[in-house]
């Protein structure tokens, strides 16, 4: 069975850093790409980062390049989301999603299969 529960939300000041964490079963860890996502209030769901099972090509959105950190924990299938230098319009409930998908196609798309309940994120 597929779990993703999300955790590591909260409301902070700009400027401001928040961990989110991703508890992925091991059936989720199996998949070849696992992601961050957000949707804000009436927008669309958008990518954030994205990272293969071996780490090597994280890719980001280029509105959080250089601020946000994507990584992974084997050892307790744990998805980690490092958020830096935090701003008003990063303020979104965010979700974790892993998903298969062939090197050809990457990983840094939206059409994942299998999805957490998300986490709120607020910058004010």
């Known amino acids: 069975q597929v779990q993703l529960v999300e955790s590591g939300g909260g409301s902070v000041e700009p400027g401001g850093s928040l961990r989110l964490s991703c508890a992925a079963s091991t059936d989720a860890w199996s998949r070849s790409c696992m992601g961050w996502f957000r949707q804000g209030p009436e927008k669309k769901r958008e990518v954030v980062a994205t990272i293969d099972p071996g780490a090597r090509f994280p890719a980001y959105a280029d509105s959080v390049k250089g601020r946000f950190k994507i990584s992974l924990d084997s050892a307790d299938n744990t998805l980690y989301l490092r958020m830096t230098s935090l701003k008003p319009e990063d303020s979104a409930m965010y979700y974790c999603?892993?998903?298969?998908?062939?090197?050809?196609?990457?990983?840094?798309?939206?059409?994942?299969?299998?999805w957490g309940q998300g986490t709120q994120v607020t910058v004010s």
């Open positions: 999603a892993s998903g298969e998908f062939s090197v050809s196609e990457g990983c840094f798309r939206d059409t994942y299969s299998d």
